[in-house]
């Protein structure tokens, strides 16, 4: 099959490994870079271009690895790999919802997963109350788009919480704030969703004097074994959001898991570090099932492109 790793940094270990993954497994692989396709939108025929001039042959597939910075441009490149029926290793829609942290929520509260007690509001007016919805400090704060642990901070009395609330407000941001798990103690569970399964788990802890588990801040994998709970939950987020890879952010509280948020390109390096799996071959075997049963049921503009419904 042609597929195309779509992202922006070839030398990332993810993109590397899912380009060596594809190879070894006989497929013809090429490296996109977002930034560098333009597109021509035109009825019957939409073609991406890419800086130089060549115009891409279709793919059969796609595999979208998205930085938060270039979403806007690159679901837009997505949707023009989707219109020439390229199968997408996470369509741009479900790739939209996971980036906003409220809307996975919402999307999560429809399905009745549990996740930590949650307020959003618009106005300053409303923060004093919104605190005592979550049930008051110590609580978390977080920006509805950030990632890796950048923009989630911890406020340990009410009087901090709320200047930091309005604080965050004056700056035109968007964040929500939630009841602190304290229990989980720095640590929590990213499960890597393929399809409809955890294909692998760890557990990532988070460096000393840190509540906040990510690598990116220091924050260390270990191998864990999870319950059959948590792999129903953390499959049952997948499909709520409509992902069909996903790192599912689990936190272990006194009374039960709960999701903390949804990744819609979760990392490998640490994934595939701490358990040793082929994490990347399994996602180009995921293609290789879905991809050519779809060419079959040839001729349709996929569902994603006209519909929002997980
Ligand atoms: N409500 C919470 N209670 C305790 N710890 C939390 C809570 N929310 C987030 N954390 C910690 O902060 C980390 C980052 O939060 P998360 O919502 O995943 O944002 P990001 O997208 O930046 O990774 C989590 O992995 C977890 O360790
Ligand atoms: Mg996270």
Redo the contacts with the bound molecule.
């Keep these: 099959m042609r597929i195309a790793v779509l992202a922006s940094d070839p030398s990332l270990y993810s993109n590397k490994r899912l380009m060596e993954a594809g190879a070894a497994r006989g497929h013809e692989m090429t490296f996109i870079a977002i930034g560098n396709c333009y597109m021509d939108i035109t009825a019957q025929k939409p073609e991406i271009h890419y800086r130089g001039g060549e115009i891409l042959k279709p793919f059969d597939a796609v595999i979208p690895r998205v930085r938060p910075a270039i979403t806007f441009y690159g679901m837009a490149v997505l949707r023009q790999f989707e219109l020439q029926k390229a199968y997408c290793l996470n369509g741009p829609i479900a790739i939209g919802r996971a980036q906003d942290?409220l809307r996975t929520l919402q999307l999560l509260c429809s399905k009745n997963i549990e996740i930590?007690r949650t307020g959003f509001a618009h106005s300053p007016l409303d923060t004093k109350d919104m605190i005592k919805i979550v049930g008051g400090a110590p609580l978390?704060v977080?920006l509805l788009e950030?990632?890796?642990?950048?923009?989630?901070v911890?406020a340990e009395t009410n009087k901090a919480a709320e200047s930091v609330i309005n604080a965050f407000k004056s700056l035109k941001a968007d964040i929500m704030v939630?009841?602190?798990?304290?229990e989980?103690k720095?640590?929590?569970l990213r499960c890597f969703v393929i399809g409809d399964k955890v294909v692998a788990s760890m557990e990532?802890r988070?460096a000393k004097g840190e509540?906040?588990?990510?690598i990116h801040l220091g924050?260390t994998g270990h191998k864990v074994k999870i319950t059959p709970q948590e792999r129903k939950i953390a499959v049952a987020s997948a499909k709520a959001v409509g992902l069909k890879v996903a790192g599912v952010?689990i936190?272990r509280s006194s009374t039960g898991p709960k999701v903390?948020?949804i990744?819609s390109s979760p990392g490998l390096e640490g994934v595939e570090g701490t358990t040793g799996k082929d994490i990347a071959g399994l996602m180009i075997e995921h293609i290789e099932k879905h991809a050519m049963h779809k060419k079959k049921a040839k001729g349709k503009v996929p569902l994603e492109v006209v519909s929002d419904n997980p």
């Excluded at 939630?178 to 304290?182: G, L, R, S, Y």
């Design positions: 942290k930590p978390v977080k950030g990632t890796q642990g950048r923009g989630v911890l939630q009841e602190f798990i304290a989980a720095g640590a929590d990532r988070a509540f906040r588990a990510n924050g952010d936190i903390l948020e990744n």
